[in-house]
């Protein structure tokens, strides 16, 4: 039986099609990965907050154990998935950077990545991102899949909470 995973898989809204990709992928490899993001097609049909909103992904992202950052071209602008890393690292969730398919070596991380980010993986190394949700290993890549050499320029901090 596959190993069971709540995982919450922040995203620029553009690209769900790669969202999708993943989850699929993610099932291949035997995680069972069960994704608690918010999705266009999940959208309500009438406004909501920016309070209610957040309330929302900050209770889904509690119920996650692994936290996936999806970095594509555009994710570094979009505040949500800046809001969602720092909270994630608040509730000292595990995250990790998943360049989207067909980055360029250019892609920007976004900021909160750079300041509580742990793994960066390129789209094509599924497995070495199933030993990171296991916790077996930490790795660092380019989005072209090539290891990361010299210091990493985003370091790790830890929180403490009272």
Not at 54 to 61: D, S, V
Not at 66 to 89: C, S
């Amino acid at each position: 039986m596959a190993d069971l995973h709540n995982v919450f898989i922040s995203h620029y809204g553009e690209d769900e099609k790669q969202l999708d990709t993943l989850k699929q992928r993610l099932r291949e490899y035997g995680c069972d990965a069960r994704n608690s993001s918010v999705e266009k097609k999940k959208y309500r049909p009438y406004k909501v907050t920016d309070a209610t909103i957040a309330r929302y992904l900050r209770i889904c992202i509690r119920w996650a154990k692994t936290f996936i950052v999806m970095i594509g071209e555009h994710t570094h602008e979009r505040p949500w998935v800046n809001y969602e890393i720092r909270q994630a690292a608040r509730q000292g969730k595990t995250v990790i950077g998943v360049y989207e398919h067909g980055c360029k070596d250019d892609v920007e991380l976004p900021g909160a990545f750079k300041e509580y980010g742990g793994s960066t993986l390129g789209w094509n190394s599924i497995d070495k991102l199933i030993d990171v949700i296991n916790g077996k290993e930490t790795v660092n890549e380019k989005p072209d899949g090539m290891p990361v050499t010299g210091p990493v320029s985003y370091p790790m901090i830890y929180i403490k909470c009272k």
